[in-house]
């Protein structure tokens, strides 16, 4: 399960059963923090899922600022809730390359917002498959 994760929402994205392919599942739009970690909780043990992949919004020069600390704070409290391991991964330039990837699909803007969450969360949980078939590590 790859999560995009911010503060108004959240993107989803699920691997098939292989985990070679990232797929596209939701944007869900936040509530409160527990409404949220539950609904992700849930979501993850219907969907039979051993792990979590969440992007980890660092700085362009791979500094961890605010964002990082928030991210990681939900990233914890979401380990306990689901019992499932959450892995962070470098998420710089996911929404950019996602907003591309829409464009260059023509969609119109106003499309494009409601997609490019959980396209970023697609690309988070494409990254982490590809560098897990190569054998690299990521940011834990």
Do not use: H
Not at 9 to 30: M, Q
Not at 38 to 44: E, H, I, P, V
Not at 73 to 102: H, N, P
């Amino acid at each position: 399960m790859g999560i995009d994760f911010g503060d108004k929402r959240i993107g989803i994205a699920f691997s098939d059963f292989l985990c070679t392919i990232a797929s596209p599942y939701e944007v869900y739009k936040t509530k409160s923090e527990d409404d949220d970690l539950k609904y992700l909780s849930t979501l993850a043990k219907k969907q039979d899922v051993d792990e979590i992949i969440m992007g980890l919004p660092l700085n362009m020069d791979g500094t961890e600022g605010d964002r990082v600390k928030i991210t990681k704070d939900f990233g914890e409290k979401l380990e306990k809730v689901s019992g499932l391991k959450v892995i962070y991964i470098d998420e710089r330039l996911t929404s950019s390359e996602a907003e591309d990837i829409l464009i260059s699909a023509g969609m119109r803007r106003e499309k494009r917002k409601e997609m490019i969450d959980k396209i970023s969360a697609q690309l988070i949980l494409e990254s982490y498959l590809n560098q897990n078939k190569r054998g690299e590590l990521w940011v834990k």
